[in-house]
Structure formats: structure tokens, C-alpha cells
């Protein structure tokens, strides 16, 4: 099993950056690929970027591509996702998931554990 916690969401204009990180306890850490997906009120959950085990390998949405960057720290047991040029269509309930394999996926059914979410506001 494995706990994340969220945390580094909050309100920001148009343009700005917010780094969101999602701490893990419970199993090796380096064991499971990590992703971070969003949901917006009447939304479906998106997915919007996934590492894999040793962090060489990193997925993003198109929407977000160029603009967010996931990183992670097995060391210290953490995934990072930075978010640069931010737009208010970012606004949503990010949510940090982990996944029983070392190899990433782009899918919400294909991850096993997920933290309470960290809200992010983009105004105009």
C-alpha cells in the first residue's frame, strides 16, 4: 500500500507558476510509475502527466506540454510537477496517482493509489 498527500495548490493570475508535490509513504517508492491528473467541476478526470519508476521517462497531455514539467525525487519519495504559463482552462483539482508498475500510463483505470487532490485557480 501507499499513501500521497498533495500539496503546493493555490491561486495564481494568468501566466504565473505553481509547483505542486505529492509526498509517498507506505512501499519503496521507486517501485511504482507516478502521475498527475486533473478534474474541473463537470468534468471527466484528465490525465495530464505520468514518470516511470526511475523518472527517464515522462508523458505529458498536449494541453499542458511545453508549459509542465514531472519530475521525481526516489530519494526522497516524491514527484514534483511544475507548472509554468499557466492559463485559467488549468483550473481544476490536481490529483497525485500512483501506479503497481514501474511503467507509466496515461489512463486514471490504470493506477491504483490517489491522493485527496490539491485545488489550482488560474484567473484572467
Known amino acids: 500500500q501507499v499513501q500521497l498527500v498533495e500539496s503546493g495548490g493555490g491561486l495564481v493570475q494568468a501566466g504565473g507558476s505553481l509547483r505542486l508535490s505529492c509526498a509517498a509513504s507506505?512501499?519503496?517508492?521507486?517501485?511504482?510509475?507516478m502521475g498527475w491528473f486533473r478534474q474541473a467541476p463537470g468534468k471527466e478526470r484528465e490525465f495530464v502527466a505520468a514518470?516511470?519508476?526511475?523518472?527517464?521517462?515522462?508523458y505529458y497531455a498536449d494541453s499542458v506540454k511545453g508549459r509542465f514539467t514531472i519530475s521525481r525525487d526516489n530519494a526522497k519519495n516524491t514527484v514534483e510537477l511544475q507548472m509554468n504559463s499557466l492559463k485559467p482552462e488549468d483550473t481544476a483539482v490536481y490529483y497525485c496517482?500512483?501506479?503497481?508498475?514501474?511503467?507509466?500510463?496515461?489512463?486514471?483505470?490504470?493506477?491504483?493509489?490517489w491522493g485527496q487532490g490539491t485545488q489550482v485557480t488560474v484567473s484572467s
Open positions: 496517482a500512483a501506479r503497481g508498475s514501474t511503467v507509466a500510463a496515461t489512463t486514471p483505470a490504470q493506477y491504483d493509489y
Open positions: 507506505g512501499r519503496t517508492f521507486s517501485d511504482y510509475a
Open positions: 514518470i516511470n519508476w526511475s523518472g527517464r521517462r515522462t
